[in-house]
T-cell receptor, first 111, second 114 residues
Framework: TQLLEQSPQFLSIQEGENLTVYCNSS?????LQWYRQEPGEGPVLLVT?????EVKKLKRLTFQFGDARKDSSLHITAAQPGDTGLYLC???????????FGAGTTVTVRA | EAGVAQSPRYKIIEKRQSVAFWCNPI?????LYWYQQILGQGPKLLIQ????????DSQLPKDRFSAERLKGVDSTLKIQPAKLEDSAVYLC????????????FGPGTRLTVT
């Protein structure tokens, strides 16, 4: 059983559309990270959120940490083919600070 | 700054054979992690080193997996003997300090056990 549940598992959209990926858990996290992983490469950190209710923007990407620090979302505006990849959320719990990864959402943006 | 280096990039072996993976972290990074990523799943931590000491190996199948980080720099992960279910991508990551700091991942080694 995954500590972090990501949805949807797969997402295929047309260039220019918007998308949202969700990361949910019943556990409380001291911090939550989002990574993007391209085929044949390791994950690359996009953002870290640490405060409940926090919203961070990175160009066309908006990350939100839930008020209770149990869930997070990633929203991409006007998606581009370069946004294609596996998006992983990873949470660190305050009792041990280990990173637990979700199974990921595979995003495909068609030109 | 050079990233995390891993080799080999791909390896195909038969079950019951042994295999070793190598990782060279970013210079100056004290913490090194080995993760296993099975297709369709997120990375799962196998072992964490702080300098040359083991911090966490609770999810390492110690009957067949071993890892070392001599001199606190590069590291090797070994599987002996391999099983079919060991087919996965093995990722190495490093961070400046321990948990809570940004982890930098290498490209991974894709292992196929036939």
């Amino acid at each position: 059983t995954q500590l972090l549940e990501q949805s949807p598992q797969f997402l295929s959209i047309q260039e220019g559309e918007n998308l949202t990926v969700y990361c949910n858990s019943s556990s409380v996290f001291s911090s939550l990270q989002w990574y993007r992983q391209e085929p044949g490469e390791g994950p690359v950190l996009l953002v870290t959120v640490v405060t409940g209710g926090e919203v961070k923007k990175l160009k066309r990407l908006t990350f939100q940490f839930g008020d209770a620090r149990k869930d997070s979302s990633l929203h991409i505006t006007a998606a581009q083919p370069g946004d294609t990849g596996l998006y992983l959320c990873a949470g660190a719990r305050s009792n041990d600070y280990k990173l637990s990864f979700g199974a990921g959402t595979t995003v495909t943006v068609r030109a | 700054e050079a990233g995390v280096a891993q080799s080999p990039r791909y390896k195909i072996i038969e079950k019951r054979q042994s295999v070793a993976f190598w990782c060279n972290p970013i210079s100056g990074h004290a913490t090194l992690y080995w993760y296993q990523q099975i297709l369709g799943q997120g990375p799962k931590l196998l072992i964490q080193f702080q300098n040359n000491g083991v911090v966490d190996d609770s999810q390492l199948p110690k009957d067949r997996f071993s890892a070392e980080r001599l001199k606190g720099v590069d590291s090797t992960l070994k599987i002996q003997p391999a099983k079919l279910e060991d087919s996965a991508v093995y990722l190495c990551a490093s961070s400046l300090y321990s948990w809570g700091y940004e982890q930098y991942f290498g490209p991974g080694t894709r292992l196929t056990v036939t």
